[in-house]
């Protein structure tokens, strides 16, 4: 990058870029949207999650995500939200930084539930979906079935939790001791312990040879990010319940047509919702030359910082140079700033006093709006008064020192 970029190029506030998301629901048409998550909470502990992990390259391989399908609530009630089924395959990037074969597994349940029915053949078949080299999981044909699809199916053959559930014979499913048929108040506790929107269905990782592609995808030669996801299959494939807006505290059966009749209340659609992101962990180094300090006057120079030396999946660097937490230079991809030169003039547009910055810093990480692989070294340097403004300071001197004789 040119150390003649203009500052007003990079001014703060021209970037609004966010690299992980999920994907809002319609207000029109019912949702289900399939998520992977990487959990990041003790198994004793509350669940908490994430969709951004950074990994140190060449070390870490085994990141474990978890599928979920998440039923759009419209009204905070989770016992009306259920699911049955649907289709999905999983893909991860292709050139992306991780070169592996993913798998996907059912979660284990005990004799309550289980998804997949007990059959692993609807963990979906391992397919070079977007011929990069590596394995996905499912098809990218809407005529297949399961297998290849990778299919979650409640075994009950009915969707889970459901208000209206009917008791079975079956002890298995609701495992009240001692009873094969439990009361109604039995069965109402039951249904409100199990109320929920979020099914956690199945886990997908990496199988042990994955490689490491340090250098893909990313800007100037560093290593890019590998983004996993869901594609669901859109078939008409998938059921689930959800509230009903013409019966409040009802529910409605939703199937995901492929052409769905005009108005028809059946209708809805199965999205895909977060993703996950790899990230190579960043380490921001110092800019050339900072560790002995910088220093620019009205008559010197641009002053040029180059933030090259630091490392990891880097797209964006950030530049504070009075200390305060806001970024007075930033960019984004080759547009990144990591390599800039600014005049002295350019710092006091910015608001800076003459004087030294002992707490200056560089921020390095693939954007600003994503914190999980960021990382700031600090620097020092000195704005320099003009030459008129330190004769003034010394003839001050020099009069305050006659004063006091006087």
């Known amino acids: ?12 506030g021209t970037l609004a870029v966010v690299f992980v998301g999920g994907i809002l ?31 140190e390259a060449g070390v870490t391989t085994y990141v474990p995500m978890e599928i979920w399908a998440v039923v759009t609530d419209y009204d905070g009630e989770l016992r009306d939200e259920a699911v049955w089924k649907f289709y999905s395959a999983f893909y991860s990037s292709n050139g992306g930084l991780i070169k592996g074969n993913l798998m996907a597994a059912f979660v284990p349940t005990g ?4 998804w997949g029915q007990g059959n692993t053949a609807d963990q979906g078949s391992q397919e070079d979906l977007d011929t990069d080299g590596d394995l996905d999981v499912g098809s990218n044909f809407i005529g297949d079935t399961s297998p290849p699809w990778f299919q979650a199916r409640h075994s009950s053959g009915e969707p889970y939790p459901y208000d209206d559930y009917p008791v079975p014979e079956v002890h298995d499913l609701y495992p009240i001791p001692p009873y094969d048929h439990p009361s109604p108040a039995e069965v109402e506790a039951w ?3 199990h109320a929920a929107n979020e099914f956690h269905m199945a886990n997908l990782y990496f199988l042990p040879e994955t490689a490491w592609n340090e250098t893909a995808g990313g800007y100037d030669g560093r290593p890019g990010v590998t983004e996993i ?16 807006p013409a019966n409040p505290g009802e529910s409605i059966t939703k199937v995901n047509f492929v052409n769905p009749a005009p108005g028809d209340p059946n209708a809805g659609e199965l ?4 993703k996950v992101v790899l990230y190579v962990v960043s380490h921001a180094e110092p ?35 009075n200390g305060d937490g806001d970024y007075d230079i930033e960019g984004l991809g080759e547009e990144g700033n990591d390599f800039i030169a600014v005049t002295y003039q350019d710092l006091i547009d910015l608001g800076l006093a003459e004087g030294v910055y002992p707490m200056a810093s560089m921020a390095v990480g693939w954007s600003q709006s994503e914190p999980v692989n960021k990382d700031e070294v600090t620097f020092e340097f000195e704005i320099i008064p003009e030459p008129a403004t330190i004769a003034l300071l010394v003839v001050g001197a020099l009069v305050a020192r006659v004063r006091r004789r006087r």
């Open 287 to 321: 800019p050339t030359g900072a560790k002995g300090g910088f220093s620019i006057g009205p008559s010197d120079p641009p002053l040029v910082l180059d933030g090259r030396a630091s490392t990891g999946s880097i797209n964006w660097w950030g530049w504070d140079f």
């Open 191 to 193: 249904k409100e312990e």
């Open 25 to 55: 629901a319609s207000s029109a048409l019912g949702s289900l949207s399939i998520h992977l998550r990487v959990r990041t909470s003790l198994p004793e502990d509350p669940p908490t999650f994430t969709n951004g992990v950074a990994v």
């Open 111 to 114: 004799a309550e539930h289980q």
């Open 1 to 12: 990058m040119s150390a003649s970029r203009s500052m007003s190029r990079t001014l703060v």
């Open 229 to 244: 996801w869901a594609a669901p299959r859109q078939f008409g494939s998938a059921q689930w319940m959800e509230d009903d």
């Open 271 to 274: 999205l895909a919702g977060d």
